[in-house]
């Protein structure tokens, strides 16, 4: 059973389009995240909620919106894509009572051509 | 800013030796946790060793907190090929469980 998992797992797409990232987690936690990791493997936060309430909104362009339909999903819509999205995009998630563990999901490579 | 900052960047090693990584980080913390990437997959974490605690084991891994010198180390004893990954320290600060991330390091064991 996966405990996060995204879809899709390969994005090629051209840019100027609009797309979406999913993520979803069956560990019943109450706080998931979104983080963009660069060509040399910096890996930076975007977006977290906690029970669907976004708390942490990083300086991302506002091409990027996180949506949490329910506490076990977040998904991430990027519109007008730049070259510069290129990356690869991890969801996670985590409970605060585990001393803020996070648990990552496989990652979507994004490459905007 | 980053705030985590691995070292060295890459360290090769034989397997059956010993690999040391350190993290240095520039703010207080309520914890720093370390975490291993395999190639093409995600983070899977490791150990979390809390602002108060000074050195935790688990398994082959040991880590050390020093927050006088806000730097922590990770050693892999008896390493294995099956190591072969980038690891990264992160540090928790602040109440919005937020994990900020160093650079990595990439270690690769040689059978």
């Known amino acids: 059973d996966t405990a996060v998992s995204q879809t899709p797992k390969y994005l090629v797409t051209q840019m100027g389009n609009d797309k979406s990232i999913k993520c979803e987690q069956n560990?019943?936690?109450?706080?998931m995240y979104w983080y963009k990791q660069d060509s040399k493997k910096f890996l930076k936060i975007m977006f977290s909620y906690n029970n669907k309430e976004l708390i942490i909104n990083e300086t991302v362009p506002n091409r990027f919106s996180p949506k949490s339909p329910d506490k076990a999903h977040l998904n991430l819509h990027i519109n007008s894509l730049e070259l510069g999205d290129s990356a690869v995009y991890f969801c996670a998630s985590s409970q605060p009572w585990e001393g803020d563990t996070q648990y990552f999901g496989p990652g979507t490579r994004l490459t905007v051509l | 800013s980053q705030q985590g900052e691995e070292d060295p960047q890459a360290l090769s090693i034989q397997e059956g030796e010993n690999a040391t990584m350190n993290c240095s980080y520039k703010?207080?913390?309520?914890?720093l946790q370390w975490y291993r990437q395999n190639s093409g997959r995600g983070l899977v974490h490791l150990i979390l060793?809390?602002?108060?605690?000074r050195e935790k084991h688990s398994g082959r891994l040991r880590v050390t907190l020093d927050t006088s010198k806000k730097s922590s180390s990770l050693l892999i004893t008896a390493s294995r090929a099956a190591d072969t990954a980038s690891y990264f320290c992160a540090t928790v600060g602040g109440s919005n469980y937020k994990l900020t991330f160093g650079k990595g390091t990439l270690l690769t064991v040689n059978p």
């Open positions: 560990l019943g936690h109450d706080t």
């Open positions: 060793i809390r602002s108060n605690e």
């Open positions: 703010t207080s913390i309520n914890n």
